[in-house]
């Protein structure tokens, strides 16, 4: 297991995510581990978030930046309510960040041909140098959930706490920063050194084990192919797309494999890549890039080879420091008839949402005109989005506002007379 740092210095991340003139000096108002803990009723410069793939529920990373708390935590909400369920608040590590759910079959009966479903969590640490694994079990209606954490040998933190692990030992997989999680693999990318790590779920806890890693230059944030074993990372740098892919089973062993590193900016000055994702079917792919201030669009193929053939089809301007980008409605198909992310899917219609945190702006954009449909002004220093539909069956998305310590709602409903408008936030 990599040892936690307590006393973390300041991290890149804040200077990429332009966040360091907010919190101002972090070595002066730190506080130790035996410190305050963190509240279960509210947010704290909320990050990544997560819908339950059954729907209502939205799973939130707050990240604690500047350690008025001893522990950064998770915050599920109740979109129904428009709530925080208290009773479910967890802490894990400081400096918490991306965070992924998906359903997932227990391997022992997937091996059978048969599937019991699963939900599981995985969120990263990149200042803590740490994985955090967790199962969300719901009762028969998903009136309710329990949290069940990942549990490593020889640490007893558990109860109301997650587990920290890492399976890795070399200095490459120091800050897990980018996440992609599928249901059977988990994808991590490790900033400082640069690598791509991949990690087996598994039937018990620590629910994902690490299973392989490449070195890759610049890796940053991670997207996976809806219909292929690859991954594309955008490069910190600016200047290249990676394409990886892990490689069918041998012996148990697992490999990745650098396919493609596609040139996309010659500039000398670092164009900063940072979000990154495929359209629904894979025939385009999405990268931010921070700088530019624009979203790069790709029309893409797959070759036999597995490889992506990639051609740069518009720059469309979304803002001064774009961040994030998410397609509204992007399953691979494996979803039931009648599941809420089939209804996500049709009334998404596949649009682009990119937040840029200095406008305060989520663009939404036409991925088949490429045509800029809205500039939604949400609030403070907007990051991630998540797509989820009500109780009334209409579409909202979710967008988590950093320096606001709270979580936008947006109306994306088709027909509705406030879409593409903020018509609320919960706090």
């Not at 998770?74 to 992924?100: H, M, P, Q, R, Y």
Request: hydrophobic share 35%; proline share 4%.
């Amino acid at each position: 297991m990599i040892k936690v740092r307590k006393n973390a210095q300041i991290s890149a991340w804040f200077v990429k995510l332009g966040l360091v003139s907010v919190l101002g000096s972090i070595h002066a108002c730190g506080v130790e581990e035996s410190g305050i803990s963190p509240p279960k009723n509210a947010f704290y410069n909320p990050l990544g978030l997560s819908a339950h793939p059954d729907g209502r529920y939205l799973f939130v990373s707050n990240a604690v930046f500047d350690r008025s708390y001893n522990r950064s935590f998770i915050s599920v909400i109740d979109t129904f309510e428009n709530k925080i369920i208290e009773d479910l608040t967890t802490e894990v590590d400081l400096f918490a960040g991306e965070l992924k759910l998906s359903q997932t079959c227990s391997p022992s009966r997937e091996a059978q041909g048969e599937c019991t479903s699963r939900v599981l969590g995985v969120v990263t640490s990149r200042d803590q140098n740490t994985v955090t694994s967790f199962e969300v079990k719901a009762n028969d209606d998903h009136s309710e959930l329990e949290i069940k954490c990942g549990q490593v040998s020889g640490n007893s933190r558990c109860a109301g706490e997650f587990i920290q692990h890492s399976g890795l030992q070399a200095r490459s997989s120091e800050a897990p920063y980018g996440l992609s999680f599928d249901g059977e693999f988990a994808y991590l990318s490790h900033i400082n050194t640069g690598a791509l790590s991949a990690w087996r779920v598994t039937e018990q806890a620590p629910y994902v084990d690490f299973a392989c890693q490449l070195q890759i230059p610049g890796a940053n944030l991670v997207a996976q192919h809806p219909n292929h074993r690859s991954v594309v990372l955008s490069d910190r740098f600016g200047r290249s797309i990676f394409q990886a892919e892990r490689l069918p089973k041998t012996n148990g062993d697992c490999q990745l494999r650098l396919l493609t590193q596609d040139p996309v900016s010659n500039s000398v000055l670092s164009n900063e890549h940072q979000g990154i994702a495929f359209s629904a079917d894979g025939s385009q792919l999405y990268v931010v890039s921070s700088i530019e201030g624009s979203l790069k669009v790709f029309s893409t193929n797959l070759r036999e080879d597995g490889s992506l053939f990639k051609q740069q089809v518009a720059n469309i301007p979304v803002g001064q420091s774009a961040n994030i980008v998410r397609v509204a409605g992007k399953s691979n198909g494996s979803t039931t008839e009648g599941s809420q992310q089939n209804t996500v899917d049709e009334l998404g219609q596949g649009l682009v949402y990119v937040s840029s945190l200095r406008e305060g702006t989520i663009t939404v954009i036409d991925p088949q005109s490429l045509s800029i449909l809205s500039h939604i002004e949400v609030g403070r220093q907007p990051h991630d989005i998540a797509f989820l539909v009500n109780g009334q069956g209409e579409l909202r998305a979710y967008v988590s506002l950093f320096q606001e310590h709270k979580i936008a709602v947006i109306d994306l409903q088709p027909g509705s007379d406030t879409r593409f408008t903020k018509i609320g936030e919960i706090k």
